[in-house]
């Protein structure tokens, strides 16, 4: 479980995070949402120890994160995060067995177990096929697979993720999440795409201007009367097979009612909001 209580942060004079409070519960993926710059990177990077909030606490399994040593925190925390390994001169096969390092002693040699369980993460990204291949030559979407990899390989009982969808093509956005959502780990993920996060999180936080505006299941805070304010734009539920899914369209504007069909508006179910 990650807790955040009351957590405050400012980059220079600027407040960005305003008494946040969070629970990511064990064993849930709990999505962190909101528009650009409402604090979901800086949120995020306080749970794994990159910055310290300037009052409050983050906790992980009862622990303060702020005492806890860099390789503990590796052992309990893994993340994927954008700017990760951009031009590292590395291999995909050994990027994703850096994973494995809280595991082993300083100087340790990689054992056959280490390459067991980086071939396996591999294979479950669908990305063993680039395991020879050097990560910085890697389109957007590989390497996103292959951060994910290297989490996976990394073991930890607890999963953040910035975006991991950006780059990703539909079938890797749902392949990835889908698989995140099957590690029975805790998972934090920074998601833009409202409709994932319907899909695939049991819980979601909405951050406006550094605070909660929501919080609660997808069901209850991904409603037109919560989204509409906070994103400044039109929203519609529509309630599909085993669960709903949104669609948008701009406040203001000359275009069509409903893009790109603009004859399906009048079919659309109504919104709960
Ligand atoms: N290193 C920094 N120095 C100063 N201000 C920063 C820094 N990083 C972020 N900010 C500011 O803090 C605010 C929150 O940024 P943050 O990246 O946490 O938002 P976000 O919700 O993740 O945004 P996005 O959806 O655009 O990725 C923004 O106003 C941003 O400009």
Redesign the pocket.
Known sequence: MIEVRGVCFR??S?P?LRDVGITARDGKVLGLL????????????TLYGSLRPESGTVSIDDDDVARLSTRELARRIAVVVQEHGGDLPVTVADLVLLGRTPHRGSFAQTTADDLDIAADALERVGAIHLAGRPFAGLSGGERQRVLVARALAQAAGHLLL??PTNHLDVRYQHEVLDLVRGLGTTVVV?L?DLNLAAVYCDEVVL?ED?QVRAAGTPDEVLVPDILEPVYEVRVRRVEIEGGFQLAFRPRTGTGPAWAPHAGAAADLPRGRG
Not at 34 to 45: A, C, E, F, H
């Open positions: 980059y220079g600027a960005v909101g528009p650009n710059g409402s604090g979901k990177t800086t949120l995020l990077r910035d975006e920074v833009h951050l550094g």
